[in-house]
C-alpha cells in the first residue's frame, strides 16, 4: 500500500504528475490514463481508510472537472478529459464509497 500511496502523491507533483500538470494548464491524455489505472489498483479498504489514501484522492475528481477548461485544447481533448473525470469520479466512489 505504501508504494501505491507514493504513486498517488506523485500524480500531484506540478511537473510530472497527471493532476499537476492539469494545475498547470496541461493535459496529457496517457497520464489521465494511468492515474485511473492506478486508482482500480487501491484495494478494498473494508470499515477504517488510512486518512492519507482519503487526502490523495478525494478532491480528484472535482479538480479535474475545475481545470478542464483551460487544459485542453479542442472538443476532442475536452471528450478525453470527462471521459478520465467519470472514471475518476467514479474510482473513489468505489474506494471511498457513498453515504
Known amino acids: 500500500m505504501e508504494d501505491l500511496l507514493e504513486l498517488l502523491d506523485a ?3 506540478d511537473e510530472s504528475g ?3 500538470k492539469l494545475r498547470s ?3 496529457d491524455p496517457d497520464a489521465g490514463g494511468a492515474y485511473v489505472s492506478l486508482l482500480s489498483q487501491i484495494p478494498e479498504q473494508g470499515e477504517m481508510i488510512e486518512s492519507r489514501l482519503v487526502k490523495l484522492i478525494w478532491f480528484a475528481p472535482m479538480f479535474i472537472e475545475w481545470q478542464a477548461e483551460r487544459a485542453t485544447k479542442g472538443v476532442d ?3 478525453q ?3 478520465i473525470a467519470t472514471q475518476v469520479h467514479e474510482a473513489v466512489a468505489n474506494i471511498l464509497g457513498t453515504p
Open 25 to 27: 494548464g496541461q493535459f
Open 81 to 83: 478529459l470527462s471521459l
Open 11 to 13: 500524480a500531484w507533483d
Open 18 to 20: 497527471f493532476l499537476g
Open 77 to 79: 481533448q475536452a471528450r
